[in-house]
């Protein structure tokens, strides 16, 4: 088993796009370097959604215009149909990613269909985006629970992960989309997902709300995951899941990961300094033990 986790930062875009105050373009565009300079390769940069629905990413198209989209960092973005995966393409993309979930109430709130309409809506995406070249991922929400329907059955969470591989997602990332994960139900989501499909191809997606999202990674890196998104300064949340707080910090991930043992290829103290600066701009205080911690030493001299 491989030592090396890889990190999917998801603070520009799964970060921002709960965020209450816009960040200026020219600012994403500064944090998306500040996070390469660190050493993370794979940066969500936006989503191409209706700006109506999530204004916090109408600029994705500005953002991606100032970043060299052919270099040793990959930038995905969030496409929900045919028409945004053409603005990706337009803009030069090499990786999108489709959203689906595993709870149909969960799914019409988000993009206004069940899960069996978002699958078939999928497929000619994948389809298209795999002709062009691109590398694609499939995220799966409520894979712990909806806010509206409660309890979601790990054997359907397997099966719409099993649906996005066989169109031709690449990788598939498992989103406690609410945080109300813990250690045993990881446990029982990755045996189940695993039986379907390799742990290559799965990563794992954490939200904090009750403050669990990082025991929750280490089960997952224990039991063989070696992809985990997270977020700067712990920021973001859900537009379409009241009271879900932000991601799991990249920061904290990357101290846990050290502690483990594992490997990331990334500079803690570049990620946490890019914390501090944007949830500066944001008007809050980074989510993150790690950078907190990082920042009383600092300010003790050790």
Known sequence: MSDFVTIVEVGPRDGLQNEPRPLATADKVALIRRLAASGLKVIEAGALVSPRAVPQMADTEAVLQALELDGAQRYPVLVPNEKGLQRALAAGVRDI???????????????????????????????????????????????????????????????????????????????????????????????????????????????????????????????????????????????????????????????????LGLSTGVDLQAVAEAGWWVSEQLGRAPASRASQALLARQHAGA
């Not at 690449?170 to 499909?197: C, F, H, K, M, Y």
């Open 97 to 259: 990613a489709v959203f689906a979930a595993a709870s149909d109430s969960f799914s019409q709130k988000n993009i206004g269909c069940d899960v069996a309409a978002s699958l078939r809506r999928y497929r000619p995406v994948v389809e298209q985006a795999r002709a062009a070249g691109c590398r694609v991922r499939g995220y799966v929400s409520c894979v712990m629970g909806c806010p509206y329907e409660g309890v979601v059955p790990l054997a359907r969470v397997a099966e719409v992960s099993l649906a996005l591989a066989e169109m031709g997602c690449g990788e598939i990332s498992l989103g406690d989309t609410i945080g109300r994960g813990n250690p045993r139900l990881t446990r029982e989501l990755i045996r189940t997902v695993a039986a379907e499909l390799p742990l290559s191809r799965l990563a794992v997606h954490f939200h904090d709300t009750w403050g669990m999202a990082l025991a929750n990674v280490c089960q997952a890196l224990e039991l063989g995951i070696r992809t985990v998104d997270s977020a700067v300064a712990g920021l973001g949340g859900c537009p379409y899941a009241p009271g879900a707080s932000g991601n799991v910090a990249t920061e904290d991930v990357l101290v846990l990961c050290q502690g």
